[in-house]
């Protein structure tokens, strides 16, 4: 019963660096999302789909770019790590828009120096 | 837009004492509303929620009543235990037909429960 699985748990870049983090669910579910968590504050919306091959843009998405070939897999890019990218990555999934339950991953806690 | 405000933490009580959480939001629409709490170290967890107005989500002995009048939906319970630690979220997702259905959400209440 694996729901939303996030990988790595925990990653430290160097500025400049790149990554993906990998978000994968089992779920079936049309609706992905990826967040950011800043200390203090609530999670903000990166990226999200709404199905295979349609992606678009949250509320805070530069420096960031994903793609969603299959329903299952929605990665997250990151291009040029810099330090204000410093956070935990939360990505979650949602079988209909809005009125139910959204499952989350176990979340990315990934530090640029 | 759509947001939603929530009591700023961090609120520290007493095993078997109340709890309440404030919550208010902002919205165009009819959002649905919800309560998701993250323990240390974990993801959100989906703990209640309400589609509509004057609905009553509950689970685990929390309970939040969906008010329009007053565009609320506080938290509740009424005697924590230290399992109970951990942050609460509120949030709303908008339903209408403009919205990706994703979810706004407050800044968090971190509770610590001393037994």
């Known amino acids: 019963n694996a729901g939303v699985t996030q990988t790595p748990k925990f990653r430290i870049l160097k500025i400049g660096q790149s990554m993906t983090l990998q978000c994968t669910q089992d779920?079936?579910?049309?609706?992905m999302y990826w967040y950011r968590q800043d200390p203090g504050m609530g999670l903000k919306l990166i990226y999200y789909s709404v199905g295979a091959g349609i992606t678009d843009k949250g509320e805070v998405p530069n420096g960031y770019n994903v793609s969603r070939s299959t329903t299952e897999d929605f990665p997250l890019r990151l291009e040029l790590a810099a330090p204000s990218q410093t956070s935990v990555y939360f990505c979650?999934?949602?079988?209909?828009?809005?009125?139910?339950?959204?499952?989350f991953g176990q979340g990315t806690r990934l530090t640029v120096v | 837009g759509n947001s939603v405000t929530q009591m700023e933490g961090p609120v520290t009580l007493s095993e078997e004492a109340f709890l309440t959480i404030n919550c208010t939001y902002t919205a165009t629409g009819y959002p649905s509303l919800f309560w998701y709490v993250q323990y240390p170290g974990e993801g959100l967890q989906l703990l209640l929620k309400?589609?509509?107005?004057?609905d009553k989500g509950s689970n685990k002995g929390f309970e939040a009543t969906y008010r329009k009048e007053t565009t609320s939906f506080h938290l509740e319970k009424g005697s924590v235990q230290v399992s109970d630690s951990a942050v609460y979220f509120c949030?709303?997702?908008?339903?209408?037909?403009?919205?990706?259905?994703?979810?706004?959400f407050g800044k968090g209440t971190k509770l610590s429960v001393k037994p």
């Open positions: 309400a589609t509509k107005a004057d």
């Open positions: 979650a999934s949602n079988t209909d828009r809005g009125n139910t339950e959204a499952f």
């Open positions: 779920m079936n579910h049309n609706y």
């Open positions: 949030a709303l997702s908008d339903r209408d037909g403009g919205s990706q259905g994703n979810l706004i």
